[in-house]
């Protein structure tokens, strides 16, 4: 039905025959125990996906020492037959739900996609004929898929590959770690616009056929795998059916009526019915998303407060100092002397820090660990200021959170308290509140 091309994309002729393994119980034990490892080092390997840009090295070894030393070994053996890797999708040999669902974990079985991307790489093969590393470069490589619009003229290809919002594309793009483009005639919504942009620049696929691009920039020892599974999912999301049977569309449907709050679960027609392909595709997708969202975030996280932890260093605060606590760069201790002018004087008080996951974009956590008698500080720690609530900015840091505390513990906002007991005696009481807050620095923050 479609066509799927490799652009710059040329395989490697099979692995050579593994030599005989030595000093082992049996030849068959001692597949037995390699492809046990193997798919131990598989499963290591998809586990550190997500953390490629913090441990490179690490991944690059894995990939081209130990995984082509144990794939060396197993040669021609029925985990590394080279006629297993060289069948069509998985799709096309059992892989389809009867139900029109489609298998994700057969798009993506770890012992095809996975060593069919190491075996058939340049570098890789190099590495098996010379014993050499390879170079463990990333390189960029482009798939094309023709979408038979000839054949099904009235069939919205599109949108299907698109879904609710773009989402299921999105799923996509999530898992194979591809970007997926949409080109040709009517690939843009609307008509009149697609005639608008034909012939201008950066508009030339407008001219071609509709299609679809597939884009990969990883390293060379797995772009191929990922680029062969994107084909294989594309070409299935591309296969048109019967709207009877098509329950990937249903759960499109589905999908854009929870997404606009009109869904509703009684006495639907697709309630109960929940498609196998729905459930691996979507759930597994939004899963590998989300682990490579959270790692981008948490390596931005980190980089931000390392540079916020130098500047602290180099220009500290007049009265404030913090740091981290032991190796744990998200939890620091904070030390703020009591302002000269406030019945705190004269008081080191403790605070915590604790850094979101996605700071800079979420407010850090600091509470007290010094008792404080104070309208916004309750007996727990916890402060009420704005600025570590609804009026925190990515541009504050923790400098100005902690002059903000400084100037807090100065100037009470009773109007806006954590303890109104505290704050009704601040208004009408002030003798006797700024007696009980040095009694309570005396007390607490004076050794």
């Not at 057969?106 to 058939?120: C, D, K, T, V």
């Not at 570098?123 to 014993?131: A, R, Y």
């Not at 950066?202 to 390293?219: F, K, M, Q, S, T």
Request: glycine share 6%; aromatic share 6%; hydrophobic share 35%.
């Amino acid at each position: 039905m479609s066509s799927g091309r490799y652009m710059a994309y040329s395989p490697s002729p099979s692995a050579p025959q593994s030599p005989h393994i030595a000093g082992l119980r049996s030849a068959s034990s001692a597949i037995a125990e390699q492809e046990k490892y193997l798919s131990e080092l598989l499963a290591e390997r998809h586990k550190l996906g997500p953390f490629v840009p913090v441990l490179p090295h690490c991944y690059r070894l894995l990939n081209q020492a130990e995984l082509l030393r144990v794939t060396t070994l197993l040669g021609n053996a029925s985990v590394l037959d080279q006629n297993g890797l060289e069948h069509a999708s998985p799709l096309a040999s059992g892989g389809m739900f009867s139900n029109g669902g489609a298998n994700v974990d057969r798009w993506a079985s770890p012992f095809q996609s996975e060593i069919s991307g190491l075996m058939h790489s340049p570098s890789t093969q190099n590495w098996l004929n010379t014993q050499s590393n390879s170079s463990g470069l990333i390189v960029k490589r482009t798939l094309r898929i023709d979408i038979p619009v000839d054949q099904y003229p009235s069939y919205n290809f599109v949108g299907r590959l698109l879904g609710p919002r773009g989402n299921s594309l999105k799923r996509v793009e999530a898992t194979t770690e591809c970007r997926v483009l949409i080109r040709g005639r009517g690939s843009i919504k609307d008509p009149v616009k697609e005639e608008m942009m034909r012939g201008k620049p950066g508009y030339e696929h407008l001219n071609e056929p509709l299609h679809v691009i597939v884009e990969a920039e990883l390293p060379v020892e797995i772009i191929d795998a990922r680029l062969l599974q994107a084909r294989e999912i594309l070409e299935d999301l591309l296969k048109p059916m019967d709207e009877s049977q098509d329950f990937y569309k249903k759960q499109q449907l589905r999908e854009l009526a929870m997404l606009n709050g009109t869904l509703r679960e009684e006495g639907s027609q697709m309630s109960g019915s929940v498609s196998p392909f729905h459930n691996s595709l979507s759930l597994g997708m939004k899963r590998a998303k989300t682990r490579v969202d959270k790692s981008r975030k948490f390596v931005m996280a980190s980089k931000r407060i390392q540079k916020e932890l130098k500047d602290l260093q180099k220009d500290p605060p007049a009265s404030c100092s913090a740091g981290p606590v032991g190796q744990d760069m998200f939890h620091w201790q904070a030390t703020i002397m009591g302002p000269s002018d406030s019945p705190f004087s004269g008081g080191v008080f403790l605070a915590s820090i604790h850094f979101p996951p996605d700071y800079p974009f979420k407010p850090p956590k600091v509470s007290f660990k010094t008792k404080v008698f104070h309208p916004n500080i309750n007996s727990n720690g916890s402060i009420c200021l704005d600025i570590l609530k609804e009026q925190w900015s990515p541009a504050l840091t923790v400098s100005k959170v902690l002059l903000s505390i400084c100037s807090l513990l100065t100037d009470p906002n009773p109007d806006d308290p954590l303890v109104p007991e505290i704050a009704h005696m601040y208004k009408t009481d002030r003798p006797k509140y700024e007696s009980t807050a040095r009694s309570w620095t005396q007390k607490y923050a004076m050794g």
